[in-house]
C-alpha cells in the first residue's frame, strides 16, 4: 500500500505497476505513451473501469406508461502505468528526469500539454 497518492500500486494487466494517471482520454495516452517509452519505461494501458454512480431517480410511472431505463454512457478512458517500481512522476517532471524526443527537460507545462514545445532551459530554482 502507498504511503501516500504519489506512488500508487496497481496490477494492470496482470504485470504490477505504478500508476501515471488514471482516467486519460485517448488523446491524452497518445501524448504520454510515446513519451514514457522514449525515456527507457515500459507502459501498460488499460481501460478505465466505469465510473460507479447513481442513477438519477426516475419519476414514478402512471398506470399503462411504458418505464423508460436513462441509459448513462461515460467517456472512454484509461489509466496508465509503467512496470518500473521507483518511478514517481511528480519526481520524474520536477527533477528534471524527463527528456522529450528532440532533447529538451519535460516541464511541468509540457507534462500537462499547456505548451507544445518544452522551453525551460533554465531550472526554476536558478533564475
Not at 497518492?5 to 504490477?16: A, F, I, M, W
Not at 525515456?39 to 426516475?58: E, F, G, I, Y
Amino acid at each position: 500500500m502507498a504511503i501516500n497518492s504519489n506512488h500508487l500500486l496497481e496490477e494492470l494487466d496482470g504485470v504490477r505497476c505504478i500508476i501515471v494517471e488514471k482516467n486519460l482520454t485517448p488523446e491524452r495516452v497518445a501524448f504520454l505513451k510515446p513519451l514514457l517509452e522514449y525515456n527507457t519505461l515500459k507502459v501498460v494501458v488499460v481501460p478505465s473501469p466505469p465510473a460507479k454512480t447513481a442513477a438519477p431517480a426516475a419519476p414514478v410511472p402512471e398506470v399503462g406508461e411504458a418505464v423508460i431505463e436513462p441509459v448513462i454512457q461515460s467517456p472512454e478512458t484509461y489509466t496508465m502505468g509503467v512496470t518500473n517500481m521507483l518511478f514517481n512522476p511528480v519526481n520524474a517532471v520536477f527533477g528534471r528526469l524527463l527528456r522529450t524526443p528532440d532533447g529538451h527537460v519535460v516541464t511541468p507545462a509540457y507534462w500537462h500539454q499547456e505548451e507544445t514545445i518544452s522551453h525551460d532551459e533554465i531550472p526554476y530554482y536558478e533564475r
